[in-house]
């Protein structure tokens, strides 16, 4: 096998070029490239064939999207699924650039004018389903079109050995005739050994650089929990993140029924989704959680790659996955948007053994070969080993895909958080929450009795006289965080009962009154002892609460765009571009284009409703605008979206920033040591230039692009910037284009 031996790592250092750049921030709004995708696109930029391995989130689309506006003409990428194919062309819509979709549900009309717009050489990027490209048909649609590139996305339904193993993907070296000059790259995120040489043999990748990113991903925290009480486990969870998007991996279709019955009971919003539901009503449960309009959805693994929605907080697994690859790629449906999220597997030996009887018949059913189910029996023992050692999650998954690991502490999984730290006197503590809930006579929920406990002088407790019962302030020692969790804790091993359809309150059970009266011993758990020697480098823990005011009207006025457009929300803005538009609350267009994700096109059609919703908020709560990212931060951790910091907390940034741009460091470097965005790192060099002198300003923007700017400037005029942003095709950036002309006026 040649192929799987030619594949050098290292990339020509054949850097980027500005005018890449200048698109990714004009299109997409993006400042900056990931690393593992500044490898990938110098290699595809280069038109050498490429294997790229990104585990989910790592942006792999991208890598194939930005270089076929820079380098135009036409590229086609082949994906699996209708869905996927057609959230890609309308994200691309979004951001002002020209695809379509060629599969099986177009109609004639539609046909015809897709045939139109491909005839005019005006599209850039043709998604097409594998079984199309075969056909004369298509490739008659494509005359007159200069196809360099074949992107293949998802390319691991190539492999029998994957876990998607699509036949219709092993004609796609055909392609290789019918556009012998084109580059052909394939995109996927799980691949073991085994799959990974399949997929350039059965390609016919040439000679093709292989680049593999990191498995690991840092923003998931991971958790390995015995099953006690599973409904429960899996409701405190739920519970914890209400209001945010979550999936819960069922083994059988009866587990999704009963498990999606139980928490729309306690009034989460939950969908069951499972194979042996009609086709329309799964269209329906799938369509409901993509757009948002449901939070939860229940399913087995039937639920699976079509599911690109980006702010996924939570994926649980009520039931052992049937391999490690199947668990990376299931729980890497969340957090794709790179903010934190969490991922719980409830452990039980029971369903071990149901898993491989399971798995047994159908794959006997389906006459599969001895070596197909010996070697199914085995990743399920592989599984569950991962289960049952104490070993680092990250680590052992990382390791487990041939990578080593080099923090000694992840701060992201049970086992490096200490899980499974005991607190001493839990009977003590237990019976103090549980007599809590007694004195408020089993009304209210979650939070109310927290801040009982804590002695917080909230209006809700002191109208009620609350401040006045015998358990008011009795754990005020206690963080609320943990105080929180340990209620729930109680809840999820049935001592105390989470009741009410509209809004879940906190009741006694008998469980309850054996420990307050018997001798029944809770066990409380202390997941936040830990905390304080967590790695910053690491994941904070999953919790955004979706429910603070800015974020949540800037999300709704999302989902209201979404609809009118008949997208899914995601496709408008991401969720960390509405964090950040949160947390720096912009005051004008030009500083709303600074925020990560918010591109030229989507300034145009989104800005002003967003500038609208911003400035309301702000005039109503008295807030200041144009913030910087840190002022939000610091009251993280009450009812503000908790944002992914670096390491400097709360306090000026700028100390950081401003030596470093005295040094001449890009801001992409600067932004990633700050914990801050690009954008931020530009406002400051702006800020910075006010009062003192810079020499150059090479380092943040090439001489041909000052060069350009100046020029466009002399026609245009320097008293407004959109003339001069207008005039350069709207590719080089406001930041750029301030940079410049204060420069200019500095110097002059
Ligand atoms: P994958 O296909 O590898 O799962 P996606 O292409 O869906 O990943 O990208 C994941 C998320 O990361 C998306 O929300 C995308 O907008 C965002 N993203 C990708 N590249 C960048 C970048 N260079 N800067 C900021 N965000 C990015
Ligand atoms: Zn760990």
């Known amino acids: 096998m040649s192929s799987t031996q030619a594949t050098a790592p290292s990339v020509s250092d054949a850097a980027i070029p500005d005018r890449f750049y200048e698109i990714l921030k004009g299109v997409w709004g993006f400042s900056s490239l990931r690393p593992s995708q500044e490898a990938a696109i110098a290699s595809i930029l280069e038109g050498r064939d490429t ?10 689309s991208l890598c194939y999207q930005a270089p076929a506006i820079y380098r135009g003409g036409m590229t086609i990428v082949v994906s699996p699924l209708i869905a996927l194919m057609k959230d890609q062309v309308d994200s691309l819509k979004q951001v002002g650039v020209n695809a379509v979709r060629v599969d099986s549900t177009l109609t004639l009309p539609e046909k015809r004018e897709i045939a139109q717009e491909l005839r005019s050489g005006n599209v850039r990027l043709l998604f097409v389903s594998p079984e199309r490209i075969a056909s004369p048909d298509f490739v008659r649609l ?14 691991h339904c190539v492999s029998q050995w994957g876990h998607d193993f699509r036949p219709e993907y092993r004609q796609l070296s055909s392609l290789r005739n019918v556009f012998p000059n084109a580059a052909m790259h394939a995109f996927t995120a799980t691949a073991t050994v085994k799959v990974r040489a399949d997929i350039m043999d059965q390609l016919q990748l040439k000679q093709p650089r292989m680049l593999i990113s990191s498995f690991d991903r840092p923003n998931l925290t991971y958790r390995v929990l015995p099953q006690v009480e599973l409904e429960n486990q899996i409701l405190e969870v739920c519970e914890r993140h209400r209001g945010s998007g979550g999936i819960v ?28 539901m009609p086709h329309e009503e799964r269209k329906r449960a799938q369509e409901a959680f993509l757009t948002e309009s449901i939070d939860v959805a229940v399913a087995t693994v039937a639920f699976g790659m079509g599911i690109d929605r980006s702010n996924v907080r939570f994926v649980l697994h009520a039931s052992i996955p049937k391999s490690i690859e199947h668990y990376q790629q299931e729980t890497g449906r969340a957090g794709r948007d790179g903010l934190p999220a969490e991922c719980v597997l409830f452990h039980s030996v029971g369903d071990v053994m149901t898993l491989k009887k399971i798995t047994e018949s159908s794959l006997r059913e389906a006459n599969a070969s001895e ?28 390791q487990y895909f041939g990578q080593s690991y080099d923090l000694a502490s992840c701060g992201a999984c049970d086992v490096c958080l200490g899980d499974t730290d005991e607190v001493p006197d839990s009977k003590i503590i237990a019976q103090k929450i549980l007599s809590c809930v007694f004195r408020v006579q089993e009304r209210f929920g979650v939070n109310h009795v927290v801040d009982v406990l804590l002695g917080a002088r909230t209006q809700a407790v002191v109208q009620r006289g609350h401040d006045q019962v015998s358990t008011y302030g009795i754990l005020k020692e206690v963080p609320k965080a943990q105080l929180k969790d340990w209620v729930y804790q109680l809840a999820g091993q049935g001592a105390l009962t989470l009741d009410g359809t509209e809004f879940p309150v906190l009741k006694l059970n008998p469980n309850s009154r054996a420990i307050l009266f018997g001798d029944a011993q809770p066990r409380l758990i202390r997941t936040a002892t830990k905390a304080k020697e967590r790695k910053q480098a690491a994941a904070s823990e999953a919790s955004i609460h979706a429910d603070s005011g800015l974020f949540e009207k800037l999300r709704l006025l999302r989902k209201k765009l979404a609809q009118e457009q008949n997208v899914p929300p995601f496709v408008i803005f991401g969720d960390t571009t509405l964090i950040e538009m949160s947390a720096t609350r912009p005051s004008s267009l030009e500083a709303m284009l ?3 994700g918010v591109g030229n096109t989507k300034l145009n059609a989104y800005g002003q409703d967003f500038l609208d919703e911003i400035t ?25 979206p908790a944002m992914r910091v670096g390491r ?13 741009l005295r040094e001449g460091k890009s801001f992409d470097e600067i932004a990633s040591k700050a914990g801050i965005t690009p954008g931020t790192v530009a406002s400051h060099l702006l800020e910075m230039m006010e009062t003192e002198a810079i020499s150059s300003i090479d380092p943040w923007v090439s001489e041909a692009t000052q060069r350009r700017i100046l020029a466009a400037a002399e026609k245009v005029g320097r008293e407004r910037l959109k003339p001069i942003f207008e005039h350069l095709n709207q590719e080089v950036p406001y930041e750029h284009l301030r940079l410049v002309l204060n420069f200019e006026k500095q110097n002059s």
């Open 51 to 60: 294997l790229v391995i990104m585990p989910t989130g790592g942006g792999k």
């Open 142 to 155: 494509l005359e007159g079109n200069e196809v360099h590139t074949i992107a293949i996305d998802e390319a």
């Open 249 to 276: 991996y069922c083994l059988r279709r009866n587990d999704v029924e009963v498990i999606t019955a139980f928490l729309q009971s306690k009034g989460i919003s939950a969908v069951g989704y499972h194979a042996g």
């Open 371 to 398: 070596e197909i189910v010996a070697a199914s029996r085995l990743q399920i023992e592989e599984m569950s080993r991962y289960c049952q050692t104490p070993v680092c999650r990250h680590r052992a998954l990382v």
């Open 594 to 596: 600074m925020i990560s």
């Open 616 to 640: 309301n908020y702000c005039a109503q709560n008295s807030l200041e605008m144009d913030a910087q990212w840190k002022s939000s931060v610091a009251q993280s951790g009450s009812s503000q």
């Open 648 to 660: 400097t907390g709360a306090t000026g940034t700028k100390n950081i920033t401003i030596p470093m």
